[in-house]
């Protein structure tokens, strides 16, 4: 077998195989172009280029899907794929996990977020299947009808306009105060998730 890394990222090559045909796995992601089609593919170039990769995938010998909900998806719209489709796990072996029990660095984040309560952890992007304006409804939910006194940590980046309809949806919510936007880095973000 010849293993192949796939997306359907744009700008990726995928590597073609003259004779004698070897045999070819890919690890499959996600099928999000096709799925949120109106928001990703609206361009025929985008389309065309899409389509393209998204048959030589479909032609490999062995999927590697890293998740059961990546699996399900090309199962449910490409069902003849289904037997050469293998679930594996995408996530990093918990023995590889960093958890730092530093109070320094507790304290350091603490105060550089103003985090001074308990706090709800969002990690994505300003993407509409992401959600966001969901998180931070959901926050005024439970402080305004659940009387929680919590914040919501946003960790994306999002341009001065999304940032702007962000702002706005948690101004309508009453919970503008409530929110911490954390700019995507990866120090960052590992630190966060291991507190």
């Known amino acids: 077998f ?4 796939f997306r359907s990222d744009y700008d990726l090559l995928v590597p073609r195989f003259i004779s004698p045909k070897v045999r070819v796995a890919a690890i499959h ?6 799925l949120f089609h109106p928001v990703y593919l609206k361009e ?3 389309f065309t ?8 995938l479909l032609s490999f010998d062995l999927l590697l899907s890293i998740s059961k909900t990546s699996t399900n998806d090309l199962v449910r719209l490409f069902p003849e794929a289904g037997s050469r489709i293998k679930t594996i796990s995408g996530a990093t072996d918990p023995f590889f996990s960093f958890k730092n029990d ?3 660095v507790t304290f350091h984040l603490k105060e550089t977020l103003q985090l001074n309560k308990e706090f709800l952890f969002h990690l994505g992007g300003p993407e509409p299947r992401k959600n966001l304006d969901g998180a931070i409804r959901t926050l005024g ?4 009808q659940y009387n929680r006194d919590l914040l919501l940590v946003l960790v994306c980046n999002p341009h001065s306009k999304e940032k702007s309809v962000l702002e706005a949806i ?8 409530r929110l911490r936007l954390l700019p995507r ?10 507190h």
């Open 29 to 34: 992601y996600d099928l999000i172009p096709l």
């Open 2 to 5: 010849r293993r192949v890394l």
């Open 170 to 177: 948690a101004r309508e919510c009453g919970v503008v105060d």
């Open 185 to 194: 880095s990866e120090e960052h973000t590992s630190e966060l998730q291991s």
């Open 102 to 104: 530093s109070s320094e």
């Open 44 to 46: 025929s170039f985008y």
């Open 141 to 144: 939910y439970l402080v305004h």
């Open 49 to 56: 280029s899409y389509a393209s990769r998204l048959r030589q």
